[in-house]
C-alpha cells in the first residue's frame, strides 16, 4: 500500500515566503537571504555548510549515502546595477538578470551604496504627460530609455555623486507583495522566492513526519542562477539525481497553471532526463499532485547549470505555475501546495537506479532502458538489410 504523503504546513511556507520577499537579494546582493535561509536550516535540524560565495549546501540524512540526490532552489532575483550617472544626477541602470525595461518602468526602488540606502523610482526618459503628451507612447522600450530618479536634493552628476552614489551599486526593486483570500499570491521576485519557501516547507514537513528518507538528499540554495552560472560548482558529493526547483510560466503558447506543478521536459538548455522526469511524473499521479508537463524556449535552470559544468547526472526540472513571469508575478497556493507535495513524494521515494551508484557502473546489464530495443526499432518505414542495398559480394574499388 502506498504510504500517505506528509501534510506540508502552507501557513509555514506562506510565512517564510513574504520574509524572504522583504529581503531584497539581486544576483551578486545576497548575503542576508543567505543568512536567513541558513537559519530557518538551524531551526529544522537540518546541517548544512556554505561555499565561499554564499551557496547552501545542506544534508537531509538517509538509509544510504549513495547514490545520494540534490534538489535545487535558488535566492538570487532579478534586479539592477548603476550603469552611469547623468548630467541631470539620475541614473542609467543596466539590468541584472534577463528581464525588460518595461516591467521596471514606474517601480520603487532601493539603491545600496557602499555607506547606505537611498530611496527612487524607475522612470522612462519622457517621464511627464503634461510635458510631453503622446511622446511618452512613442518612447522605445529598452534599458537605455529609463532612468532612476533618486529620492535626495540632486540636480547634478556632481550632486549625485557627492551622495555617495557610484557606478556598480546594485538596486533592488520592490516586491510589493499581496497575498489574497482566494489563495492568489502576486509580487515580483517570486522567482525564485516561492521556490525555496515550497523547498522549507517539504523539509519541514518529511521532518515533522519522523519519515526516513531511503538515500541522502542534499538541499542547495544557490545565488547565481539568474545570471547562469546557478549550481554549476555545487555538488561535492556523488549526486545521481539532480531536480530543479523554479517558475513555470502560464502564458499562450505553454501548458504550466497557477493551479498545478509543471514537469519541464525541455528548456533552451535541451530535454531534461527521461527516467528522472518520468519518475516525477508518476509520483504526481500515484499521489494525485495535479502537474502538468510543459516546455520552456527561453529558460535556463540550476539544473542546467550543473551538467554545463561537467556534472555526470539526471537532471529535471518542477516549477509551480506563475503569470508574468519577471514582471509583476503572480501564482496561487494551489500550485505552491502541488509543488511541495511533489518535493516531499520526491525525497521520500527509491532511487529511480539504485545502479547509479559509483560501484555499479560497470556493466552494460545495469544500464537503463527508455524503450525495448524490438519496440522501439518496429516501425512502418523499416531501413532495409545492409545486403540488400551492398550486394553479398560487394567490393569496395579504388577510384
Known amino acids: 500500500m502506498l504510504a500517505k504523503l506528509p501534510e506540508p504546513d ?15 537579494s539581486p544576483t551578486g546582493f545576497t548575503d542576508t537571504i543567505v543568512r536567513y535561509v ?36 535558488h535566492l538570487d532575483t532579478i534586479g539592477a546595477i548603476v550603469r552611469e550617472i547623468h548630467d541631470n544626477g539620475r ?43 503622446t511622446a511618452v507612447d512613442e518612447m522605445p ?11 535626495a536634493y540632486t540636480y547634478s552628476r556632481d550632486e549625485t555623486c557627492a551622495l555617495g552614489l557610484n557606478i556598480g551599486d546594485f538596486v533592488a526593486f520592490d516586491p510589493l507583495p499581496e497575498f489574497t483570500e482566494s489563495g492568489y499570491i502576486s509580487a515580483r521576485h517570486l522567482d525564485d522566492k516561492a521556490g525555496v ?56 503558447g505553454q501548458q504550466s497553471t497557477e493551479h498545478s506543478v509543471s514537469i519541464a521536459l525541455q528548456d533552451s538548455g535541451g530535454p531534461y532526463d527521461y527516467h528522472l522526469s518520468r519518475h516525477l511524473l508518476k509520483l504526481a499521479g500515484q499521489h494525485e ?15 542546467q547549470s550543473a551538467v554545463t559544468a561537467g556534472h555526470d547526472i539526471r537532471t529535471a526540472l518542477i ?48 544500464f537503463s532502458h527508455q524503450l525495448e530495443h524490438d519496440a522501439q526499432m518496429e516501425s512502418e518505414t523499416r531501413v532495409p538489410a545492409v545486403d540488400t542495398l551492398l550486394g553479398k559480394n560487394h567490393k569496395t574499388t579504388d577510384n
Not at 10 to 21: A, P
Not at 47 to 59: F, Q, S
Open 38 to 73: 541558513a537559519e530557518r536550516l538551524t531551526e529544522l535540524g537540518i546541517p548544512y555548510e556554505l561555499t565561499r560565495r554564499g551557496t547552501i549546501r545542506a544534508t537531509l540524512k538517509g538509509r544510504r549515502y549513495s547514490p545520494d540526490r540534490a534538489v535545487s532552489a
Open 319 to 366: 516549477a509551480f505555475g506563475c503569470d508574468a513571469t519577471h514582471g509583476y508575478e503572480r501564482t496561487h497556493i494551489d500550485s505552491l501546495a502541488a509543488l511541495t507535495r511533489l518535493i516531499c513524494a520526491y525525497m521520500l521515494s527509491p532511487p529511480v537506479f539504485s545502479s547509479d551508484s559509483v560501484s555499479e557502473r560497470d556493466s552494460l546489464e545495469r
Open 91 to 133: 541614473l542609467g541602470l543596466a539590468p541584472v538578470g534577463c528581464w525588460s525595461s518595461r516591467f521596471a518602468e514606474g517601480s520603487r526602488v532601493s539603491v545600496f551604496t557602499d555607506s547606505g540606502v537611498i530611496r527612487g523610482s524607475v522612470l522612462p526618459l519622457l517621464a511627464s504627460g503634461h510635458a510631453f503628451n
Open 289 to 303: 499532485i495535479a502537474a502538468r508537463r510543459d516546455i520552456f524556449r527561453y529558460y535556463h535552470s540550476d539544473a
Open 141 to 151: 522600450v529598452s534599458w537605455d530609455h529609463v532612468e532612476l530618479r533618486l529620492d
Open 197 to 252: 519557501a515550497a523547498l522549507l516547507a517539504a523539509l519541514k514537513a518529511v521532518i515533522d513526519s519522523g519519515r526516513e528518507a531511503p538515500i541522502d538528499c542534499h538541499p542547495l540554495f544557490t545565488i547565481t542562477e539568474e545570471t547562469g552560472s546557478g549550481a554549476a560548482a555545487a555538488l561535492p558529493w556523488d549526486v545521481s539525481e539532480f531536480v530543479g526547483i523554479d517558475i513555470a510560466p502560464s502564458a499562450k
Open 10 to 24: 502552507l501557513h509555514y511556507l506562506q510565512r517564510v515566503l513574504l520574509e524572504m520577499l522583504a529581503i531584497p
